[in-house]
């Protein structure tokens, strides 16, 4: 009689879960990844795609594309809903069992609104391209809107922006966005000045970028306020509503609230019952796996993992990446698993975009800002992307913007479908009459 081939099961197309399906190849196992999206996505950049310098397709790609050489890997399109970890089994959505001999969850994270989620509806995070695209949608939307009024008042609510958190998200976020509101003639518009375009950067704490180095998170601070952007620190949020931020100290009334101050890990680990810190990770064993169920491995943005001073590693790509490589390689062949097997990260660096050819590296210990920085960034995020096609793509894209100044996906797409668009003309009424 056949015996039954082992099965591992991944669950998560993003950086962890492709870096482990590549470290199978040579597997002697059945592997099947599961993925709610069909697609893996370079969420590093969704900042692009937001602010219309990126289109979609340039840094996703079908998971299904990527793995395609490997036939022993299948993908299957669903929403796993539960963990059962005593039966090896897992359920999806629609009620589906699959069994599993190895499991290895790389589902990554969600924002955290910390108990308010009621505020996510109006301050939208990113985490997805249909998150970017609303956002996109949102920010030209205002521009245009504004571009029709006479009135410069009125036009000042249109044309200001709110990006809560001042980690590299937000603050690249912020930067981006002050290339495209502050610099409304190269685009085309002819009402609209530069000086009209408000840009505030909120963070609770008293600093920005904190996990670089100091004196790298001052030069970033000083980079967007050169580039007109307003950043509050120790400003904690107190509230969000409709069109409207408040702060410790009064309030700013704009549509366009962005959020980026902080992740939560997957709700799916909540299933496993097992010890999970403040942001809901798993706190993991040294090779990854979870106490008492040496089968099932968690990583990247879901697993709490220290580094060797006792800190929690970062929701880094790098992290996500080099856990994945390492525990596709553990279980890659049966009976060949390493007894203590631990995963040590090397940290290659940590940088974040500033804008128009500017950025801030911690590279090993060594600083750099400006723009060498940013051509360390780009080439770094260029070689990062998945498939040639897309890095030529972007590398294309990059070279034409800094030349030009023109951002090639200032589409508006979709107003009767996206989130706020059926609202837009009431909305533009309601902040005339705020302004009134
Ligand atoms: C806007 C933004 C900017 C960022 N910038 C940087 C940066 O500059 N540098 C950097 O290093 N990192 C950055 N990060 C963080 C980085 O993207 C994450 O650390 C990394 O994606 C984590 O990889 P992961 O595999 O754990 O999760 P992810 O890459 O998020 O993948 C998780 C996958 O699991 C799937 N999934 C989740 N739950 C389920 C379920 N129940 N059923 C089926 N599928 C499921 C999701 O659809 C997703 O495809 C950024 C993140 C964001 C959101």
Redesign the pocket.
């Known amino acids: 009689m056949e015996s039954k081939k082992r099965h591992i099961v991944i ?7 492709i870096a482990t399906a590549k470290a199978l190849k040579n597997t002697d196992a059945d592997v099947t990844i ?4 069909n697609h ?2 370079f ?2 950049l ?2 692009q795609v937001a602010t219309a310098e990126l289109s979609p397709g340039d840094i996703a790609a079908p998971i299904r594309s990527i793995i395609n050489k490997n036939p022993r890997i299948k993908v299957i399109l ?4 539960k963990i059962n970890p005593d039966k090896n089994t897992l359920q999806m959505r629609n009620g589906q069992i699959i069994p599993f001999d190895q499991l290895v969850m ?4 969600q924002y955290n609104y910390f108990g308010h989620e009621e505020w996510a509806e109006y301050a939208p ?3 997805s391209v249909s998150d970017a695209l609303k956002v996109r949608e949102k920010l030209l939307m205002s521009m245009e809107q504004a571009e029709g009024l006479d009135d410069s008042n009125k036009r000042k609510s249109l044309l200001t922006y709110v990006i809560i958190g001042g980690g ?2 937000g603050v ?1 976020m912020a930067g981006a966005i002050a290339e495209v509101a502050g610099n409304g003639t190269k685009h085309g518009y002819r009402n609209i000045k530069p000086e009209e375009a408000r840009i505030y950067l909120i963070e609770a704490g008293p600093r920005i970028l904190n996990a670089f180095p100091e004196s790298l998170g001052e030069k970033a601070k000083k980079m967007l306020e050169k580039m007109g952007v307003k950043v509050l620190l120790n400003t904690p949020v107190t509230n969000i509503e409709k069109n409207k931020v408040y702060l410790k100290v009064g309030s700013i009334e704009t549509i366009n609230i962005i959020w ?1 101050a902080g ?1 939560k890990a ?1 709700s ?1 680990l909540d299933t496993l019952k097992v010890e999970q810190d403040r942001s809901g990770r798993v706190i993991v064993e040294p090779d990854l796996s979870i106490p008492q169920y040496p089968d099932i491995f968690i ?4 697993a709490h993992r220290v580094d060797k001073k006792g800190m929690p590693l970062p ?6 990446t080099q856990q ?1 490589k390492f525990v596709g390689n553990l279980i890659a062949k049966e009976g060949k698993r390493k007894t203590n097997a631990k995963f040590v990260y090397t940290d290659k660096g ?3 975009t500033i804008g128009r050819a500017k950025a801030v590296a911690d590279i090993r210990g060594l600083k750099f800002s400006g723009f060498f920085a940013w051509a360390l960034w780009s080439f770094i995020h260029v070689l990062s992307l998945i498939g040639f096609r897309n890095r030529t793509r972007v590398f294309v894209e990059w070279i034409w913007n800094y030349f030009t100044y023109k951002r090639g996906v200032r589409l508006i797409t979709d107003r009767s479908g996206c989130m706020h668009c059926t609202t837009y003309e009431k909305l533009h009424k309601e902040l005339l009459e705020v302004h009134a």
């Open positions: 669950i998560g197309g993003g950086f962890g879960g599961i993925d709610r999206l893996h996505l969420q590093p969704l900042y669903g929403e796993v809903e790389a589902t990554g994270a995070g990113m985490k590299p998200t690249e980026a992740i997957s799916l990583i990247g943005d879901s929701a880094l790509a790098p992290v996500a994945g940590t940088m974040a």
